[in-house]
C-alpha cells in the first residue's frame, strides 16, 4: 500500500447521491411554495429567496474549498540541505 499523499476522489456513488440529494431538496422546496396558499407575489419572493440562498451556497462552498486546495499547495515540507548519498 502506497503512503504517498494524493487528492482524494469521491465515488461515483457519493457524488449521484449528493447530486439526487440536491434535486430532491429543490424539487421538494420547489412544489412546497408552488402548494403555498398564499399571493402570487409571496411564491414569487419565497422562489427568489430560495435561488438566492442556493446560489450564495456554491460561492461560499467554492470559495471554501479554493482556500483549502491554496493552503494545502502552500504548504511544503523543507527539503533536506543534502542529497541522500552525500557524504557527511
Same mark, same amino acid.
Given at each position: 500500500?502506497?503512503?504517498?499523499? %494524493?487528492?482524494? @476522489?469521491?465515488? !461515483?456513488?457519493?457524488?449521484?447521491? $449528493?447530486?439526487?440529494?440536491? /434535486? *430532491?431538496?429543490?424539487?421538494? #422546496?420547489?412544489? %412546497?411554495?408552488? @402548494?403555498?396558499? !398564499?399571493?402570487?407575489?409571496?411564491? $414569487?419572493?419565497?422562489?427568489? /429567496? *430560495?435561488?438566492?440562498?442556493? #446560489? ?33
Amino acid at each position: 500500500m502506497s503512503d504517498t499523499p %494524493g487528492k482524494q @476522489q469521491n465515488t !461515483a456513488a457519493f457524488y449521484g447521491q $449528493a447530486v439526487a440529494s440536491f /434535486a *430532491v431538496a429543490m424539487a421538494a #422546496t420547489a412544489i %412546497g411554495i408552488y @402548494q403555498l396558499s !398564499a399571493d402570487a407575489w409571496v411564491r $414569487a419572493f419565497l422562489a427568489i /429567496a *430560495v435561488l438566492y440562498l442556493v #446560489t450564495s451556497s456554491f460561492t461560499l462552498a467554492k470559495v471554501i474549498r479554493d482556500r483549502q486546495d491554496g493552503a494545502a499547495s502552500s504548504y511544503a515540507p523543507a527539503a533536506p540541505s543534502y542529497t541522500p548519498f552525500e557524504k557527511h
